[in-house]
C-alpha cells in the first residue's frame, strides 16, 4: 500500500474552517484517497473519499492536488464534536482489500 | 439498521484464561474485519473476510488468536489463552461490496488481561 504523511496533531477554533493536509507522494493511479476520523472512545467512521475530482458531502469536502500527490479535508465550520483522531488512508480501488491506518492527525478544538 | 454490534463492550479477565469477541455486522455486508487498536501499535487489521472466508489473517498475532465467521451474521475473535500483552480495544467493521471500501466500525470491545 502507498503510504501517507499526515502532522500529528492541529488545533482549530470552533466554528472556524479546518484544512487537513495529507501527503501521498506514491500514490497510484487506481489508488482512492480515503478520510476516515476516530472521535474519543468510539471506533473511527468513514469521512469521505474520492479519486481525482474534489468531493463534498454533509461532513467534509476533499480537495484533491492536480497530481494526486496530495490532498486536504475541509471542515468548513469545526464544532467541539469534530475534535477526534483524523486518517487519511489510500486503498487500491481494483483489489478492494482492508484499510490500513497509520497515525493519523489529531485535531483539538477549541472554543 | 443498529449498525456493526460487537458485544461484550467490556471484558476483564485474568491471564491464561479463554476470550471471546462476538461482532455481528450490518445486516447484506458481505465483507468483515477485525482490528486491534492500542497505544503502542494504534489500529492495526488482524484479519478479514469475505463472504464468510477468511481472505487474509497475516495480521494474528500468534497461534492463540483465532477467527471464525459461521455465518453472514456472526463472528467471533478467540484468544486463547490470553496474556496481558493482548489487553486493547479490539472492533470489528463490516464493507457492502459495492460501497468502494466504505467500512463500518462497531464501539469496539475493550479487554484487559491481568
Known amino acids: 500500500d502507498a503510504k501517507t504523511t499526515q502532522p500529528n496533531s492541529m488545533e482549530s477554533n470552533e466554528e472556524e474552517p479546518v484544512h487537513l493536509p495529507c501527503n501521498h507522494s506514491?500514490?497510484?493511479?487506481?489508488?482512492?484517497i480515503h478520510w476516515y476520523r476516530q472521535l474519543p472512545s468510539q471506533g473511527p467512521e468513514y469521512v469521505i473519499h474520492?479519486?481525482?475530482s474534489n468531493v463534498n458531502n454533509r461532513m467534509a469536502s476533499l480537495a484533491i492536488a492536480e497530481d494526486r500527490k496530495s490532498s486536504t479535508l475541509i471542515l468548513h465550520r469545526a464544532t467541539l464534536r469534530d475534535a477526534a483522531v483524523y486518517y487519511c488512508?489510500?486503498?487500491?480501488?481494483?483489489?478492494?482489500?482492508?484499510?490500513?491506518f497509520g497515525k493519523g492527525t489529531t485535531l483539538s478544538v477549541s472554543s | 439498521d443498529a449498525g456493526v454490534i460487537q458485544s461484550p463492550r467490556h471484558e476483564v479477565t485474568e491471564m491464561g484464561q479463554e476470550v471471546t469477541l462476538r461482532c455481528k455486522p450490518i445486516?447484506?455486508?458481505?465483507?468483515l474485519f477485525w482490528y486491534r487498536q492500542t497505544m503502542m501499535r494504534g489500529l492495526e487489521l488482524l484479519i478479514y473476510?469475505?463472504?464468510?472466508?477468511?481472505?487474509?489473517d497475516s495480521g494474528m498475532p500468534e497461534d492463540r488468536f483465532s477467527a471464525k465467521m459461521p455465518n453472514a451474521s456472526f463472528s467471533t475473535l478467540k484468544i486463547q489463552p490470553s496474556e496481558p500483552r493482548d489487553s486493547a480495544v479490539y472492533f470489528c467493521?463490516?464493507?457492502?461490496?459495492?460501497?468502494?471500501?466504505?467500512?463500518?466500525f462497531g464501539a469496539g470491545t475493550r479487554l484487559s488481561v491481568l
Open positions: 467493521a463490516s464493507r457492502q461490496r459495492a460501497a468502494k471500501n466504505i467500512q463500518y
Open positions: 506514491t500514490i497510484s493511479g487506481t489508488d482512492y
Open positions: 474520492g479519486l481525482t
Open positions: 488512508i489510500l486503498r487500491d480501488g481494483q483489489a478492494g482489500t482492508a484499510l490500513i
Open positions: 445486516s447484506g455486508h458481505n465483507s
Open positions: 473476510f469475505n463472504n464468510n472466508v477468511p481472505i487474509d
